[in-house]
């Protein structure tokens, strides 16, 4: 299996999909989601889940930052934007809202796009490739997803890009 971002340019994702984007929810996450596609995943592939991470915050934030979750994709390809307005698929709480987001669960069940404060981080987007539909609730958090996952992954692919202050 095979993860692929046109958001990814010369190895760095383009401005519009973070903080230097912009498309900006009411309390300032930058909201303009990446584009990627999926090729030849597993025979047996029911649906994917999604974790765009980066884990570079643990310099600035104390752990792992998630900046998109999402559960039950049905098909291999993901519009730039999509996260916005796709109701095809289950999206996760992101990380916008732990004690240093602050914001609520609703309006970090989406996309959140990269703003790092200190220097490049690297954020990196993993597919996986499962046996079921897991049948998450909007708003799910990353354990959540983790765990419903045990045993049911067939494969994983990502692909990483950068993002500077």
Known sequence: MKVSSKAIVNGEFEDKYGK?????????????????????????????????????????????WIHWLISDLKRTSVAENESQTAADFTQGANSWASVLGKFDIAEASAYGGMAPPNCRHRYELIVYALDTVLDLPQGFRFNDLHFAMQGHVLETASVMGTYDV
Request: hydrophobic share 35%; glycine share 8%; aromatic share 12%.
């Open 20 to 64: 230097r984007g912009t498309q900006f929810t009411p309390n300032g996450m930058p909201s303009y989601s990446i584009p990627f596609e999926i090729e030849s995943a597993p025979e047996g592939t029911k649906s994917f889940a999604v974790v765009l991470e980066d884990k570079d915050a643990i310099t600035a934030s104390g752990f792992v």
